[in-house]
T-cell receptor, first 114, second 111 residues
Framework: DSGVTQTPKHLITATGQRVTLRCSPRSGDLSVYWYQQSLDQGLQFLIQ???????AKGNILERFSAQQFPDLHSELNLSSLELGDSALYFC?????????????FGPGTRLTVT | QQQVKQSPQSLIVQKGGISIINCAYE??????FPWYQQFPGKGPALLIA?????SEKKEGRFTISFNKSAKQFSLHIMDSQPGDSATFFCAAKHGGSRLTFGEGTQLTVNP
């Protein structure tokens, strides 16, 4: 158990809908990362927050947004969902935002868009 | 643009054998190279990591070999066990600390 929690574990929704994925980092970790894992794209970095502020952006669609709250939990919002958004979404956390800080991954949320 | 290439895509070894997974990177700014193991239905778990100022790092049965000039690194699993069967990912990061992952290797260790 990495200490990173994600809810919900599974999510099934229809095209055009909006969903929110939640992540609680390990105790003491200030940085949160979101990754998407799909069969065709592999594991892709989406976005990073550090102590409430956006630190880095990757291949995140404009339909997706995220935020980190004062208690350091984070939410990933996915809107106008398309079939291709079906994937595993992982949250990871680390103590800081630097190069050598290890990232610990949560169990993921499996999103299915029908 | 895929910046970390991983091979093989799948690997089958016998119990007690050596598993070798290779990765190559393009971006010379990368300066931290972790390996993750992922079991079905679970998130990636950090296995071992190396920085480019060393050529080898060993932790138990797992060894990373790093060749900075060739921009390649590899994971060796000694005495492979059926419980090692999982998908392994190499990764790299720099500066902004996002991880760039390889495509993954599905390892099967037969008893």
């Amino acid at each position: 158990d990495s200490g990173v929690t994600q809810t919900p574990k599974h999510l099934i929704t229809a095209t055009g809908q909006r969903v929110t994925l939640r992540c609680s980092p390990r105790s003491g970790d200030l940085s949160v990362y979101w990754y998407q894992q799909s069969l065709d794209q592999g594991l892709q970095f989406l976005i990073q927050y550090y102590n409430g502020e956006e630190r880095a952006k990757g291949n995140i669609l404009e339909r997706f947004s995220a935020q980190q709250f004062p208690d350091l939990h984070s939410e990933l919002n996915l809107s106008s969902l398309e079939l291709g958004d079906s994937a595993l979404y992982f949250c990871a956390s680390s103590i800081g935002g630097g190069v050598t800080y290890e990232q610990y991954f949560g169990p993921g949320t499996r999103l299915t868009v029908t | 643009q895929q910046q970390v290439k991983q091979s093989p895509q799948s690997l089958i070894v016998q119990k007690g054998g050596i598993s070798i997974i290779n990765c190559a990177y393009e971006n010379t700014a990368f300066d931290y190279f972790p390996w993750y193991q992922q079991f079905p239905g679970k998130g990636p778990a950090l296995l071992i990591a190396i920085r480019p100022d060393v050529s080898e790092k060993k932790e138990g049965r797992f060894t990373i070999s790093f060749n900075k000039s060739a921009k390649q690194f590899s994971l060796h699993i000694m005495d492979s066990q059926p419980g090692d069967s999982a998908t392994f990912f190499c990764a790299a990061k720099h500066g902004g600390s996002r991880l760039t992952f390889g495509e993954g290797t599905q390892l099967t260790v037969n008893p």
